[in-house]
């Protein structure tokens, strides 16, 4: 069993085990057929102990005080949340697609192929570089929350 280190959005993730790593925007499946249908998909699934991490790397966040100070600014915000909400509701969609045997699964790790998801729990993980202002993180994670609903 190798290790996987993942270098996204200036950060560096890992080392994680290869088998329990699926990065979704290298896979061949997201690539042709995925990619043309305007699937978007998170950087990688990380599957540790009981949770399964979708986790979505920026490099930057929009202040959501700005996005009242004008139209604009406001729309950028929302283009910002949707977006990731999108990645993220994409990404467990095709991890499903394939746990669900509809998609190819032969790039699947090992410790992925899970076939009882009742003892995991689904993260939804945004990491902001350099993003310490916990109030904005504390506001772009409520408002996320309420979109992945959708």
């Known amino acids: ?54 986790i979505e790397a920026k490099e930057s966040c929009p202040n959501d005080h700005n996005a009242s100070s004008s139209d604009e600014k406001r729309k950028k915000y929302n283009e910002y949340i949707q977006d990731i909400s999108q990645k993220m509701r994409d990404s467990l969609n095709m991890y499903m697609s394939i746990l669900l045997g509809c998609n190819d699964s032969s790039e699947l790790p090992r410790d992925m192929h899970l076939s009882d998801l009742s003892e995991y729990a689904i993260r939804f993980v945004l990491v902001v570089k350099n993003e310490c202002r916990k ?11 309420g979109k992945t609903e959708e």
């Open 1 to 54: 069993m190798g290790e996987l280190t993942i270098h996204e959005s200036g950060m560096i993730f890992g080392p994680f085990a290869d088998s329990c790593v699926f990065q979704l925007e290298k896979s061949a499946l997201y690539k042709g057929e995925f990619r043309q249908e305007s699937i978007k998909t998170c950087e990688f699934v990380l599957q540790k102990d009981n949770k399964i991490y979708f």
């Open 135 to 145: 109030e904005l993180v504390r506001t772009v994670s409520s408002n996320f929350s």
